[in-house]
């Protein structure tokens, strides 16, 4: 009989992590960090609860950290097998994984200079940009409604999660004994009301469900009183001779954000200011969308009539 086991998004938001054990095989869901302060991040440098060298196979359903982070100490503590994604979130990868070591690499530095200044023992990094690219090595691209066989007993199937760019509904296809069972692994799945990303695609047959539940407890405000609070504050500064701070995400809400200015100025209700996108991933995983345009809802895209491959100024132009 399958066995599942939650190594982490259980009990909390981040560090999505679950082990598939079926007929010999160990295939892990997601390698993701924890995230959410001092104390969670510490969870980080922990020893893995499995052994990274008798995995089988990594499915990855996007490229957030929480979903991907430790992909890269996974290598290092001795996996060696692929990773399956898509191939949008394998050059999302190659965006977010370098960021975070670098990151991760200079509080390293910089902890062990405070720790010599004390007289304690330098610490480790958990792993370098070496194990980055040794993730990237690994990653074998699957595109959207093709079946891969991982292997005899188990075959792989992505559906569009509509989250960010490239994210994916895992099916998994497990046989046991000759009988047949389905998984369903949403990862993280995006609002059908929000911009840009497709509609979350529609699962209708499963055995199993593995699901996310992050929003699960509450209501949104609708996006046009959003918009219209938006447009309000961009006017109102415009009169003020002021400015405005957007601070965002760098993969997704930058997008998103970029693309409603886009709207508000083809309405003529963004005065004619500067825009500045002050983030050096923000502008590199914006290029990786224009890239992957064929995977962005076409009806958004008239909206702000871009085109595959158009850089964002098309649309906006004060950018």
Not at 177 to 199: E, I, T, W, Y
Not at 288 to 313: N, Q, R
Request: net charge negative; charged share 30%; glycine share 8%.
């Amino acid at each position: 009989m399958a066995k599942l086991t939650f190594w982490g998004a259980a009990q909390e938001v981040t560090g999505s992590c679950h082990l598939i054990e079926t007929e010999g095989l160990r295939i892990l869901l997601d390698c993701g960090m924890h995230q959410g302060g001092r104390q969670a991040e510490r969870r980080n440098g922990e020893p893995f609860p499995f052994n990274p060298r008798q995995l089988d196979a990594v499915i990855l359903s996007h490229g957030h950290l929480d979903h991907s982070g430790l992909l890269p100490r996974l290598f290092k503590e001795g996996y060696k097998g692929p990773v399956y994604c898509t191939e949008a979130t394998r050059n999302l990868l190659a965006i977010m994984l370098e960021d975070a070591a670098g990151l991760h690499l200079r509080d390293v530095e910089w902890e062990n200079r405070r720790r010599k200044r004390a007289g304690k023992p330098e610490i480790e990094p958990w792993y370098d940009m070496d194990d980055v690219l040794h993730v990237l090595e690994h990653c074998k691209g699957v595109p959207y409604h093709e079946t891969r066989s991982v292997n005899g007993h188990v075959k792989l199937y992505f559906r569009d999660a509509a989250h960010i760019i490239g994210s994916a509904i895992v099916e998994l296809q497990l046989e046991e004994k000759g009988r047949h069972k389905k998984l369903v692994f949403s990862g993280d799945l995006g609002n059908p009301d929000a911009v840009l990303m497709k509609d979350p695609e529609i699962v209708t047959d499963a055995d199993v469900v593995l699901m996310e539940g992050t929003y699960g407890d509450r209501d949104h405000r609708t996006m046009d009183n959003t918009l219209e609070e938006l447009g309000e504050a961009l006017q109102q500064a415009s009169q003020d001779k002021g400015n405005v701070l957007i601070p965002s995400f760098a993969v997704g809400r930058t997008q998103e954000m970029l693309f409603h200015l886009g709207v508000l100025y083809k309405q003529g209700k963004v005065p004619q200011q500067r825009i500045f996108l002050d983030s050096p991933m923000g502008i590199e995983v914006t290029r990786l969308y224009t890239e992957y345009m064929d995977l962005l809802d076409p009806e958004d895209l008239k909206k702000i009539s871009v085109k595959l491959g158009d850089d964002p100024k098309s649309y906006l132009p004060m950018l």
